[in-house]
């Protein structure tokens, strides 16, 4: 969700009458509220299992997202729901590198963060073409519904991926 905002800002800075202050705050708020949970929910997973973190705030990512396109509705709700869906988002990233360094032994561990990462940042492309065209044939609010829905696979992905055996970290 972090390309979702900035595909819709155009059409909502309009509709919702927002000075560029208050649009730029929006976009903000998902920034600080990723840069303090990432600290938070770092130091969360080196005490509960990262695969419980993951799944915890994958469901809380994908609710926050299908939330965001039924109740914002100007400065204040999307401030406030940007802000929980890039805390919620956070408890992926840190989590997912975690797991990863478990999953890999060292030689092949590179690689696969470096599929990681990418697969993070086609995701962010790959938002911003679709919530672009969707917003520009349907309205912000289905583009913003149809960007949540990776939030959503992401969730039911890792109910599939990290079902059934612990974490192997002591």
């Known amino acids: 969700m972090a390309m ?13 009458g927002l000075s560029s202050t208050a ?22 997973a080196d005490y ?11 469901g809380l990512t994908a609710a926050v997202s299908l939330l965001i396109p039924v109740l914002a509705h100007g400065h204040l709700s999307a ?20 797991l990863l360094a478990e999953r890999f032994e060292p030689a092949r561990r590179g690689k696969a963060m470096g599929w990681f990462l990418a697969a993070s ?14 917003v520009a044939r349907a309205g912000w609010r289905a583009a913003l ?6 939030p959503l696979l ?9 079902h059934g055996e612990r974490s192997r970290r002591a």
């Not at 940042?121 to 969707?134: C, D, E, H, P």
């Open 154 to 162: 992401c969730f039911l992905l890792s109910l599939v991926l990290f």
């Open 4 to 16: 979702a905002y900035p595909a819709v800002l155009s059409v909502v800075q309009t509709e919702w």
């Open 79 to 98: 401030l406030l729901l940007f802000g929980a869906v890039a805390v919620a988002a956070a408890g992926i990233y840190t989590p997912g590198i975690m």
């Open 121 to 134: 940042s086609m995701g962010y492309v790959l938002a911003l073409l679709a919530g672009g065209a969707v």
């Open 23 to 44: 649009a730029g705050s929006i976009s903000s708020a998902y920034q600080v509220g990723t840069a303090v949970a990432l600290v938070f929910v770092s130091a969360l």
């Open 145 to 150: 519904f149809v960007l949540a829905l990776g």
């Open 48 to 58: 509960l299992d990262p695969r419980l973190v993951f799944r915890v705030s994958a």
